[in-house]
């Protein structure tokens, strides 16, 4: 009470005291009534018992949360906690909670829909990563295809080799043996219309397109149709280095789904014709890949 209100007479009447109470005054009666009401005020803190007033009974389902439930009807947690006596910050499914303020209670939101991460390959890399950045044909050369290419028409096969380590190339990078087999291929001795495979597995994992695959290629003697991937090194002893398998692998199934080709119709080089490429280490992954018998 504000201090102007205890200047104010008795002017109104006031009943009688009840008999049997010694000392009770009118006065007495009105302060105590006021302590009662101001008791029950701190008591209940201002806030509307459950189950009085306007509001709705809610349920609790499964998921829901305060957080959710104070978004979707527009009472604050701190006041769905005072009125519901809450002890805990998390709902429990079942449990009947009283919203104040409200006529209806919207359902919770259903969660977005997430599709499952796709299990790995029996035979998947070691490496979790199956991405792989293709190089274009253009970041390394801007010299035009020769005119005596042949067109590819439909890709039915793929055929897998290895560059080899021949003199000076080890210490090169990538972008280099790229263009080393490129003047080697169109030089003096080939005259080829471009680098004679179709893309090449460097060894920082990286796919470099060689000849567009609209062009035949000339990388094992029955080219038509054909699609040919080299993998940059020496792949007689140890395999490809597991970038360049990571690479492979992706690359290769990226390249069979675009062409429709079945997995046994991936070959190595010695599978055309006699040679030991794509070296014996490769081979045996790519004869795995295939799905056929050593």
């Known amino acids: 009470m504000c201090s102007a209100c205890d200047d104010e007479s008795e002017t109104a009447e006031s009943p009688p005291a009840p008999s049997g109470v010694p000392g009770l005054t009118r006065r007495g009666l009105f302060l105590g009534g006021l302590g009662l009401a101001l008791a029950a005020c701190v008591r209940g803190g201002g806030v509307p018992r459950p189950g009085f007033g306007k509001g709705v009974w809610y349920i609790v389902p499964v998921g829901d949360s305060l957080t959710a439930l104070s978004r979707r009807t527009g009472v604050t947690t701190d006041r ?29 939101e259903k969660a977005p829909y ?10 998947a890399p070691l490496a979790d990563d199956e991405h792989y950045e293709l190089v274009p044909r253009s970041a390394w050369t ?75 290629g000339a990388h094992c003697g029955k080219n038509e149709n054909n699609l040919g991937i080299s993998v940059i090194g020496d792949c007689h002893h140890n395999l490809p280095n597991p970038k360049q398998l990571r690479a492979l692998r992706a690359f290769l199934d990226d390249q069979r789904e675009r062409f429709n080709v079945p997995k046994d119709q991936v070959f190595g080089h010695r599978d055309i014709k006699p040679t030991i490429c794509p070296g014996d280490r490769l081979y045996g992954w790519v004869v795995d890949y295939a799905g056929r018998s050593r």
């Open 114 to 123: 997430v599709a499952p991460k796709p299990q790995p390959k029996p035979n």
């Open 142 to 216: 801007n010299e035009p295809i020769g005119p005596n290419h042949v067109l590819m028409g439909k890709v039915t096969k793929i055929t897998i080799h290895h560059t080899d380590e021949h003199a000076g190339m080890a210490e090169r990078s990538d972008l280099d043996v790229v263009r080393m087999i490129e003047r080697f291929h169109r030089g003096p001795q080939k005259r080829w219309a471009a680098i004679g495979y179709h893309y090449l597995i460097g060894k920082d994992g990286k796919i470099y397109e060689g000849r567009p695959v609209k062009y035949q």
């Open 80 to 108: 769905l906690v005072t009125i519901n006596g809450l002890t805990r910050p998390t709902l429990v499914p079942g449990t009947r909670l009283w919203i104040p303020d409200v006529t209806v209670v919207a359902p919770p």
